[in-house]
Protein backbone atom coordinates (compact mmCIF):
# COMPACT_ATOMS: atom_id res chain seq x y z
CA UNK A 1 0.00 0.00 0.00
CA UNK A 2 1.24 3.48 -0.63
CA UNK A 3 0.22 7.19 1.00
CA UNK A 4 -1.50 7.37 -2.65
CA UNK A 5 -4.18 5.14 -1.94
CA UNK A 6 -5.04 6.58 1.23
CA UNK A 7 -7.93 9.49 1.47
CA UNK A 8 -7.62 11.62 4.30
CA UNK A 9 -10.68 14.18 5.06
CA UNK A 10 -12.62 16.06 7.71
CA UNK A 11 -15.65 14.05 9.03
CA UNK A 12 -18.65 14.99 9.01
CA UNK A 13 -21.26 14.76 12.00
CA UNK A 14 -23.62 12.37 10.19
CA UNK A 15 -20.36 10.02 10.56
CA UNK A 16 -20.38 9.88 13.91
CA UNK A 17 -20.65 6.25 14.01
CA UNK A 18 -17.69 5.51 12.09
CA UNK A 19 -15.35 8.19 14.12
CA UNK A 20 -16.64 6.11 17.37
CA UNK A 21 -15.77 3.09 16.13
CA UNK A 22 -12.20 3.85 15.18
CA UNK A 23 -11.79 5.69 18.19
CA UNK A 24 -12.94 2.77 20.40
CA UNK A 25 -10.45 0.24 18.21
CA UNK A 26 -7.92 2.83 19.28
CA UNK A 27 -8.74 2.80 22.68
CA UNK A 28 -8.61 -1.28 22.51
CA UNK A 29 -5.20 -1.41 20.21
CA UNK A 30 -3.63 1.46 23.12
CA UNK A 31 -4.81 1.95 26.16
CA UNK A 32 -1.93 3.16 27.64
CA UNK A 33 -1.21 5.91 24.87
CA UNK A 34 -4.88 8.07 25.04
CA UNK A 35 -6.26 10.57 28.05
CA UNK A 36 -9.40 9.13 27.90
CA UNK A 37 -10.31 5.43 28.43
CA UNK A 38 -12.51 3.00 26.78
CA UNK A 39 -15.50 2.37 28.86
CA UNK A 40 -15.48 6.47 29.14
CA UNK A 41 -15.85 6.35 25.27
CA UNK A 42 -18.07 3.68 25.24
CA UNK A 43 -20.30 5.35 27.50
CA UNK A 44 -20.70 8.35 25.49
CA UNK A 45 -24.09 9.02 23.51
CA UNK A 46 -24.81 9.69 19.51
CA UNK A 47 -25.92 13.23 20.34
CA UNK A 48 -22.35 13.14 22.24
CA UNK A 49 -20.11 12.33 19.27
CA UNK A 50 -21.87 14.20 16.66
CA UNK A 51 -21.24 17.59 19.29
CA UNK A 52 -17.32 16.88 19.15
CA UNK A 53 -17.17 16.29 15.89
CA UNK A 54 -19.25 19.67 15.27
CA UNK A 55 -17.23 21.33 17.92
CA UNK A 56 -13.63 20.53 16.43
CA UNK A 57 -12.38 18.98 13.33
CA UNK A 58 -11.83 15.34 13.09
CA UNK A 59 -9.84 13.76 10.06
CA UNK A 60 -10.39 10.01 9.18
CA UNK A 61 -8.59 8.38 7.09
CA UNK A 62 -9.75 5.72 4.55
CA UNK A 63 -8.11 2.93 2.14
CA UNK A 64 -9.57 1.00 0.11
CA UNK A 65 -13.30 2.18 1.91
CA UNK A 66 -12.02 1.14 5.45
CA UNK A 67 -11.10 3.87 8.07
CA UNK A 68 -7.36 3.23 8.33
CA UNK A 69 -6.82 5.90 11.07
CA UNK A 70 -7.84 8.86 13.14
CA UNK A 71 -6.75 12.64 13.86
CA UNK A 72 -8.52 15.42 15.94
CA UNK A 73 -7.27 19.21 15.75
CA UNK A 74 -8.60 21.23 19.23
CA UNK A 75 -7.75 24.74 20.51
CA UNK A 76 -5.35 24.55 23.10
CA UNK A 77 -5.95 26.62 26.13
CA UNK A 78 -3.50 28.41 27.87
CA UNK A 79 -0.63 27.08 29.28
CA UNK A 80 -0.66 26.34 33.21
CA UNK A 81 3.22 26.02 33.06
CA UNK A 82 6.36 27.28 31.51
CA UNK A 83 5.72 28.79 27.81
CA UNK A 84 6.50 26.53 25.34
CA UNK A 85 10.27 26.17 23.74
CA UNK A 86 9.17 26.24 19.71
CA UNK A 87 7.51 29.38 18.41
CA UNK A 88 7.20 31.13 15.31
CA UNK A 89 9.40 34.50 14.86
CA UNK A 90 7.93 37.31 16.53
CA UNK A 91 4.99 37.66 18.81
CA UNK A 92 1.94 35.95 17.07
CA UNK A 93 -0.82 38.05 15.61
CA UNK A 94 -3.56 39.19 17.73
CA UNK A 95 -6.26 36.43 19.14
CA UNK A 96 -4.46 33.74 17.49
CA UNK A 97 -3.85 30.18 19.70
CA UNK A 98 -2.09 27.55 19.37
CA UNK A 99 -4.17 23.93 18.31
CA UNK A 100 -3.21 21.12 19.89
CA UNK A 101 -3.19 17.71 18.40
CA UNK A 102 -5.11 14.90 20.19
CA UNK A 103 -6.68 11.38 19.57
CA UNK A 104 -4.14 10.43 16.84
CA UNK A 105 -4.17 6.53 15.54
CA UNK A 106 -3.93 4.66 12.76
CA UNK A 107 -4.63 1.09 12.49
CA UNK A 108 -1.69 -1.75 12.84
CA UNK A 109 -2.92 -2.79 8.93
CA UNK A 110 -1.20 0.36 7.41
CA UNK A 111 0.85 1.67 10.39
CA UNK A 112 4.34 2.50 8.54
CA UNK A 113 3.01 3.33 4.77
CA UNK A 114 2.20 7.08 5.38
CA UNK A 115 -1.31 7.05 6.72
CA UNK A 116 0.07 8.75 9.98
CA UNK A 117 1.74 11.27 8.32
CA UNK A 118 -1.40 12.52 5.90
CA UNK A 119 -3.19 12.35 8.89
CA UNK A 120 -0.81 14.94 11.33
CA UNK A 121 -0.66 16.91 7.68
CA UNK A 122 -4.73 17.18 8.15
CA UNK A 123 -4.46 18.64 11.87
CA UNK A 124 -1.16 20.76 10.72
CA UNK A 125 -3.38 22.58 7.20
CA UNK A 126 -6.15 23.32 10.03
CA UNK A 127 -4.02 25.21 12.88
CA UNK A 128 -2.19 26.36 9.18
CA UNK A 129 -5.26 27.38 7.86
CA UNK A 130 -6.40 29.24 11.39
CA UNK A 131 -3.58 31.14 11.54
CA UNK A 132 -2.25 29.29 14.78
CA UNK A 133 1.21 29.92 14.97
CA UNK A 134 2.04 26.71 16.49
CA UNK A 135 0.29 22.99 16.89
CA UNK A 136 0.93 20.81 20.13
CA UNK A 137 0.31 17.30 21.31
CA UNK A 138 1.32 15.28 24.17
CA UNK A 139 2.97 12.31 23.93
CA UNK A 140 3.18 9.57 26.28
CA UNK A 141 6.94 9.31 27.80
CA UNK A 142 7.20 5.38 27.22
CA UNK A 143 6.05 5.42 23.70
CA UNK A 144 9.37 5.68 21.47
CA UNK A 145 7.75 4.61 18.26
CA UNK A 146 5.41 7.62 18.38
CA UNK A 147 7.78 10.10 19.92
CA UNK A 148 10.47 9.37 17.18
CA UNK A 149 7.38 10.06 14.64
CA UNK A 150 6.47 13.11 15.79
CA UNK A 151 10.44 14.28 15.78
CA UNK A 152 9.90 13.19 12.09
CA UNK A 153 7.40 15.41 11.82
CA UNK A 154 9.16 18.57 12.78
CA UNK A 155 7.74 18.78 16.38
CA UNK A 156 10.19 18.98 19.52
CA UNK A 157 9.82 18.83 23.11
CA UNK A 158 9.04 21.56 25.07
CA UNK A 159 10.56 20.92 28.32
CA UNK A 160 6.54 20.53 29.46
CA UNK A 161 5.27 16.87 31.51
CA UNK A 162 2.23 16.03 33.40
CA UNK A 163 0.70 13.16 35.07
CA UNK A 164 -2.66 13.04 33.26
CA UNK A 165 -5.10 11.58 35.97
CA UNK A 166 -7.76 9.10 34.25
CA UNK A 167 -10.47 7.65 35.90
CA UNK A 168 -10.20 3.81 36.28
CA UNK A 169 -6.56 3.73 34.69
CA UNK A 170 -3.05 4.42 35.74
CA UNK A 171 -2.29 8.24 34.90
CA UNK A 172 -0.28 8.82 31.91
CA UNK A 173 3.04 9.75 32.34
CA UNK A 174 3.32 12.34 29.12
CA UNK A 175 6.10 15.54 27.45
CA UNK A 176 4.65 18.11 25.21
CA UNK A 177 6.08 18.66 21.95
CA UNK A 178 5.11 21.23 19.68
CA UNK A 179 6.08 22.33 16.06
CA UNK A 180 5.35 25.63 14.44
CA UNK A 181 2.75 25.55 11.97
CA UNK A 182 4.36 27.91 9.36
CA UNK A 183 7.42 25.56 9.01
CA UNK A 184 7.88 22.78 6.28
CA UNK A 185 4.36 20.81 6.71
CA UNK A 186 3.69 16.90 6.27
CA UNK A 187 2.08 15.68 2.73
CA UNK A 188 -1.79 16.96 3.13
CA UNK A 189 -5.06 15.61 3.64
CA UNK A 190 -7.25 15.01 0.26
CA UNK A 191 -10.52 17.15 0.32
Known amino acids: M ?36 LSRELARTEPQWRSRITAWPWFLAWHAGTPAGLVAAVPDQPASGPPAAVAPPGPPARGLRAWHLVSMWVSPRVRGTGVADLLVGAAVDHARAVGAPQITLWVTVGNARARAFYRRMGFTPTGRRQAYPREGADALDEEEFARPVRSAAPPTATP
Request: hydrophobic letters at 45%; aromatic letters at 6%.
Open 2 to 37: EASDVQVRRARPDEWATVRDVRLAALADAPDAFAST
